[in-house]
């Protein structure tokens, strides 16, 4: 297979590669760190991790966020838990038993040399995060606590009550404003990064807003580091935070930064159903509540007795049903598709049918109240607050939702994109999760790219480029500056009929329904051509309200919605090139009588990683990395 | 009050509106139709908007971003109460079964001294960011960590730690406050720090340069009334002044020469 892409893996054996790139790559000395800027775009665990961890080395940062305050990235929200290799439960856990779980997690689609890197640095963020004073579980006796997450037959999973998110976001935050306090981080809040800058072939700048004056921004520097998050949110409901948006990656992608498996997202099993036409957004009731919550339907269609009343010889308990090694425990996307299943078949649960249980009656039994408290306590609160119902009494009704995007802008070994100089951390990268994340390893990976991975091949980066020193009067700083201009003015002057909200909520429909959780080739025709329909519309008849000049979330939502509207494009076409199923990617057409996805490793064992032509009849090219499996060997992912 | 009930409320709605930090703001009318008492409040002003965009008319700016009641962003002052009537819970969290047909609702941003109004219902929290540069955090760089099990830390003081870490940073603590005064959220900090042995190291300077940073920004003083853990989302506890203030007196008291350095001017 020809490509472009050269994922730049070292080589040796796989245990190996990391420490002796660590060594090959050039370093810059420490007395001319200071000599370089770094833009680093985003402030969630991996930005914030790595803005830190740079600025700790002697960069200096330029730090770049939507919200606020850095703390308020969407990271914080993460809450059931972390990944680490530590083995500290002596359960067989072990460095090449976390790669092996995720790559097979992964259902074979991620780069095998990534992810052994990911599973070796794991141990060193827990160790870090403990040095910050993040707040772990523990045990009586003072050490630390771990729980167990889906795909895994280990308990690996660190935690920090069901907030760990917060807690980790916290200590990176805290390494950021140490950092800043001492001057070696410039913090940029309410900024939005509208376009990147490209100069002789390399990422030299940003163009952003300033969300509270309206004021175009340009910012030069010597490499871009990208950690923007993901783009879960093109389907309107899911349960990302409102803010989250893929902007920032498609303008760079605009630029010339291919993007990599953009169908690859996944749908979480328990999320809390939707309830009206209303929904902002969805919530998300943590894995780690599978540890101690039982799944299930009733066995008859159409049983309205209420969840209490129906006895144990009633109920199917699907999941410990098909999958009895697993259990409750399966990886996301094949818990999503089964409660899909039992919703189909009209075994769904609660007012609207669409939802199945997860029950807590046996764990309140076994730990009593006060047992389940100390371990969910906040997510109990949480589905009460929203639901009106107390989950200690009736179960908690589920249903999945959209949660992640495996899919993002490609990235080599050192995680740089396409273009030189521009480097894609965390979510917004496409790197190590194949086609499936396990839980607990979106935390792991962003800490993972931020504190550990950027800082060595940053450098390496640096001390190898001839960088010329560029100014914001560069004449590809004043051409970004008036084209973001010229599409803000775009925007806010056809005061057509639609709201953005209606634009984003009518898409949303077109990807969950055609798109979402199963797919075919002839919805996803239809979809591409939904979606063309309403892009057109959207720049005719969208209604964005007020001036450029102050705060103005409509014109802010209005650029994200655009952007939406040609990825959504893009990621269904991605799904029907794709003619396999695989991870969060199902296609009706590719699974086994039991309804299991069929992967087609002869012909689609490859990362696709999609290129942006404008003015040609297909907007996309498409480049394959051909993926190659040494340690985990190819085999049908069972879970039974 | 139970799930999936068919109430719909009507609202009359008094929504503060102001066009910058400089400019004069006022209470406007709005009416809010039909809302479904599963609605949370924000979505209920998610409706109003998008009617006040589709009539051509400016929506009404306030921060969010999680909704679910973690990230801080959301903020409002709902009939006098920070954050609503709702013990414990984040606007965001808020749901309008909480509220009753005709009920005419009282919406303002969260106003203090060192708040400023960015617009509507939006204002400047950049002061708690300040606060923390000064020293809310351990002296760890990237690389230096010894084994995360190698020091036992007592469950106790971990929990403990625990639940002053669980400050969202939203604020309504200051906005509660009659003296606008930042005890609780800068408390917070220094007692999870100050709870844990990694934070010993730098106790004294940290205290003395986080109170020294409040006291800077212009917030007020704490006469214990109790009102910012009342209004506390996150229900954090005024224990968490009592620690600021020892770990302060006692880094003080070891190091008089600081005294003259943080005292506010
Ligand atoms: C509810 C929920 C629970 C989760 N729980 C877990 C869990 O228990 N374990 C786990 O491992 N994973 C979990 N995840 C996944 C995990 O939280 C995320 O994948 C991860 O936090 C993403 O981090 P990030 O740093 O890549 O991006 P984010 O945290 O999304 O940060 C993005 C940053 O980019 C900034 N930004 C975005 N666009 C722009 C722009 N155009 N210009 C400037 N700045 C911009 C934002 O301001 C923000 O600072 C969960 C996710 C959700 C939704
Ligand atoms: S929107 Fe995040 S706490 Fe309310």
């Known amino acids: ?640 | 009050m139970e799930h999936g009930s068919k109430n719909k409320l009507n609202l009359k709605l008094k929504v503060w509106r102001q066009n910058g930090p400089k400019e004069p703001g006022h209470f406007m009318d709005y009416e809010a139709k039909d809302i479904s008492t599963d609605m949370s409040f924000l979505e209920m002003l998610d409706v109003m908007n998008n009617d006040l965009i589709r009539q051509g008319k400016t929506p009404v700016e306030f921060d969010h971003d999680c909704r679910e009641g973690i990230c801080g962003a959301c903020s409002l002052v709902i009939n006098g109460n920070p954050h609503g009537p709702q013990l414990g819970t984040t606007t965001c969290q808020l749901h309008m079964r909480h509220f009753k047909n005709g009920d005419v609702i009282y919406i303002e941003p969260f106003v203090a001294h060192s708040f400023s109004v960015v617009r509507d219902l939006v204002v400047d929290r950049s002061a708690f960011d300040r606060i923390q540069q000064a020293g809310g955090f351990i002296s760890a760089n990237t690389g230096n960590a010894q084994d995360a099990n190698a020091l036992p830390v007592n469950k106790t003081d971990s929990d403990a730690a625990f639940d002053a870490a669980t400050c969202i940073g939203c604020g309504a603590c200051v906005a509660a406050c009659k003296n606008a005064s930042a005890s609780l959220f800068v408390g917070a900090k220094i007692a999870h720090l100050a709870r844990l042995p990694q934070g010993q190291p730098e106790r004294d300077r940290r205290a003395l340069a986080m109170v020294a940073q409040m006291d800077a920004e212009g917030f007020g003083s704490c006469t214990n009334t109790s009102a910012c853990s009342a209004a506390c989302p996150k229900e954090i506890s005024v224990d968490v002044i009592a620690q600021m203030n020892r770990d302060y007196l006692c880094a003080v008291a070891k190091e008089p020469k600081h005294k003259a350095l943080t005292e506010s001017p």
């Not at chain 1, 175009?216 to 923007?228: K, N």
């Not at chain 1, 953009?262 to 939707?274: A, E």
């Not at chain 1, 004449?475 to 599409?487: L, M, N, P, Q």
């Not at chain 1, 797919?519 to 063309?532: D, T, V, Y």
């Open chain 1, 1 to 640: 297979m020809a490509t472009k892409l050269d994922a730049k893996v070292p080589g040796g054996p796989i245990e190996e590669k990391w420490d002796n790139h660590r060594f090959d790559m050039k370093l810059v000395n420490p007395a001319n760190k200071r000599k370089f800027d770094i833009i680093v775009v985003g402030t969630g665990l991996a930005g914030a991790s790595a803005a830190a961890s740079l600025a700790e080395l002697g960069y200096n940062v330029k730090s770049f966020c939507i919200h606020d305050s850095p703390r308020r990235a969407h990271s914080i929200a993460a809450q059931g838990g972390i990944n680490a290799a530590k083995n500290y439960p002596n359960d067989g856990d072990s460095i090449y038993r976390l790669f092996y779980d995720t790559v097979k997690g992964g259902d074979f689609r991620s780069r095998e040399a990534n992810v052994y890197r990911l599973a070796q640095i794991s141990n060193h963020i827990i160790d870090h995060c403990v040095a910050l004073g993040v707040p772990f579980a523990r045990e009586y006796g003072g050490l630390l606590s771990n729980r167990s997450f889906g795909g895994a037959q280990v308990s690996r999973t660190f935690y920090a009550r069901g907030q760990t998110g917060q807690q980790l976001l916290l200590g990176a935050y805290s390494s950021l404003m140490r950092q800043v306090g001492l001057g070696k981080v410039r913090l940029y809040p309410r900024r939005e990064m509208l376009d990147l800058v490209v100069v002789d072939g390399k990422a030299r700048g940003i163009t952003c807003r300033n969300l509270i004056t309206g004021e175009i921004e340009s910012h030069e520097g010597h490499a871009v580091v990208l950690a923007t998050g993901g783009y879960g949110n093109i389907f309107f409901l899911s349960t990302n935070a409102k803010n989250s948006n893929v902007t920032a990656s498609w303008r760079c992608h605009k630029k010339g930064a291919l993007f990599a498996n953009p169908c690859f997202t996944q749908i979480h099993p328990t999320c809390i159903p939707v309830s009206g036409d209303y929904q902002s957004k969805l919530t998300l009731m943590s894995e780690s509540l599978r540890n101690d919550g039982r799944v299930w339907v009733p066995k008859q269609k159409g049983d309205k007795r209420s969840p209490q009343d129906i006895p144990n010889e009633d109920r199917d308990y699907y999941l410990e049903r098909i999958y009895p090694s697993f259990g409750n425990l399966v990886p996301r996307d094949v818990a999503s598709r089964q409660a899909k299943f039992r919703v189909d078949e009209g075994r769904g649960v609660g007012d609207t049918g669409v939802a199945v249980y997860l029950d807590f009656r046996d764990a309140i039994k076994r730990l009593g109240e006060e047992g389940i408290a100390e371990k969910y306590g906040n997510l109990f609160q949480m589905y009460e607050k929203i639901t009106g119902e107390n989950p200690y009494k009736v179960p908690m009704r589920i249903y999945p939702a959209v949660h992640y995007t495996m899919g993002g802008l490609w990235v080599d070994y050192n995680l740089m994109s396409t273009i030189p100089g521009l480097h894609v951390l965390g979510e917004a990268n496409f790197s190590d999760h194949g086609a499936n994340r396990l839980g607990a390893s979106a935390l792991m990976q962003g800490l993972a790219d931020g504190y550990f991975v950027i800082p060595y091949t940053l450098g390496s980066y640096l001390a190898s480029s001839k960088l010329e020193k560029v100014t914001t009067d560069h004449s590809a700083f004043k051409e970004s500056r008036a084209d973001v201009t010229a599409r803000i003015d775009k925007l806010l002057h056809m005061k057509g009929s639609r709201t953005v909200d209606e634009f984003h909520r009518h898409l949303g429909k077109i990807m969950w329904d055609k798109v979402g959780m199963s797919r075919n080739a002839k919805g996803l025709k239809e979809a591409i051509s939904e979606i063309q329909k309403l892009r057109e519309e959207y720049w005719q008849d969208v209604h964005v309200s007020g001036e450029p000049t102050y705060k103005n979330e409509d014109l802010e939502k209005a650029g994200r919605v655009a952007d939406f509207l040609e990825l959504g494009e893009l990621l269904a076409l991605d799904a029907l090139t794709r003619e396999e199923s695989c991870g969060g990617h199902f296609r009706e057409e590719y699974q086994t009588p039991e309804n299991e996805a069929k992967r087609d490793d002869e012909h689609f064992c490859f990362v696709s990683a999609w290129e942006h032509v404008s003015g040609a009849k297909s907007s996309w090219q498409l480049e394959k990395e051909p993926l190659e499996f040494e340690h985990v060997h190819l085999a049908t992912r069972s879970y039974k």
